[in-house]
């Protein structure tokens, strides 16, 4: 475990604060991006955001959280801190995140790498990077990590490492934690958005949707089980969310690979903080700031750049300047 050296703003010693303040008031300049809509192997698409400058060899792959999109600050944030540091950026959307219904009746969810694996290979495709990282906030960051512990020391050698932010590891213990009465207004919030889009998909798919009780459901436990789960393939929630938690996948990590979940963050409990894994696995590191939220780690200075944004351009900065130095299994 690396200890934090993030301090907090004055006033910005509050977990809700830090969660909240972000996503009303933080203004991130938009970058100059192009779209490109790829296709799935069941046909649907993936839209894809790049931020590109000419002649890099670095990319970095950035993942969104839970109902985010490309355009969330903290995508545009990170990938504004790292173009700066040389990186091209790609923030991609889940299915049905990029401001149009995706096709099929699947959506996105937690556990699914085989989503970002299609956005990887077709990267491989039709680029010539030679580093690539990959970046992951919350649930887009239990998908990053859970990816790259599938894939083990087989894993793409231009997958040079990994940062992931605010990461519920253990999904079921995080549902819970989310229905404390603390945590009611983000899970209000989470819930109209994931309501808004069954209303949408049972429209087109009303043999296969049902909207009995919708309404009615508070939680992600009730929403999980009655709609991620069957939609995806699960028995029910239960079996979603330990087949989909990361917090399995850590010991197997071979590139170098950090993990920020601050100490105060309103959606985490224990379980969500793997010293375990730190411990035994040299290409693991977890750091844990007393403060900093949910995605918050808010920051004011002249750059408007957040200091999670500062940690994760200095780590991937440090992997890409070492990569062919060091060992993959010796990288701290």
């Not at 996503?23 to 991130?28: D, E, M, S």
């Not at 009611?184 to 043999?207: C, G, H, N, T, W």
Request: charged residues 25%; aromatic residues 10%; contains cysteine.
């Amino acid at each position: 475990m690396t200890k934090s050296k993030y301090a907090p703003p004055f006033g910005f010693r509050n977990a809700h604060l830090q969660t909240i303040y972000p996503t009303l008031f933080r203004r991130v300049p938009v970058l100059t991006r192009q779209r490109e809509r790829i296709s799935t192997p069941d046909h649907d698409f993936i839209d894809l955001d790049w931020a590109r400058r000419p002649g890099s060899s670095r990319l970095v792959v950035i993942t969104h959280g839970l109902e985010g999109h490309s355009r969330s600050h903290y995508c545009q944030g990170m990938a504004r801190a790292l173009q700066a540091d040389g990186w091209d950026a790609l923030a991609w959307n889940f299915r049905g995140c990029s401001g149009e219904p995706n096709q099929q009746l699947r959506s996105y969810h937690s556990g699914a790498t085989e989503e970002l694996q299609i956005v990887l290979e077709h990267i491989f495709a039709h680029s010539a990077y030679r580093e690539i990282a990959l970046v992951g906030f919350s649930l887009g960051g239990n998908l990053t990590l859970k990816y790259i512990g599938e894939r083990g020391s087989t894993i793409d050698p231009r997958i040079c490492g990994a940062v992931a932010f605010s990461v519920p590891c253990d999904l079921a213990s995080s549902a819970q934690r989310l229905e404390h009465w603390q945590n009611r207004i983000y899970m209000a919030r989470f819930m109209r958005s994931l309501r808004e889009k069954v209303r949408e998909k049972a429209q087109r798919f009303p043999q296969q949707l049902s909207l009995e009780g919708l309404e009615r459901m508070r939680t992600f436990a009730e929403f999980d089980d009655r709609y991620t789960a069957p939609i995806h393939g699960f028995s029910g929630a239960e079996e979603y969310w330990s087949q989909s938690s990361c917090l399995h996948r850590l010991m197997d990590i071979a590139v170098p690979t950090l993990l920020v979940n601050a100490l105060d963050d309103p959606f985490l409990t224990p379980e969500c903080y793997p010293h375990e894994a730190a411990r035994e696995n040299a290409n693991f590191r977890l750091e844990t700031p007393s403060h900093g939220g949910h995605i918050g780690f808010v920051s004011f200075n002249d750059q408007n750049i957040y200091w999670s944004e500062r940690r994760a351009v200095d780590y991937l900065h440090n992997i890409a300047s070492r990569q062919k130095q060091k060992p993959r299994n010796s990288f701290r």
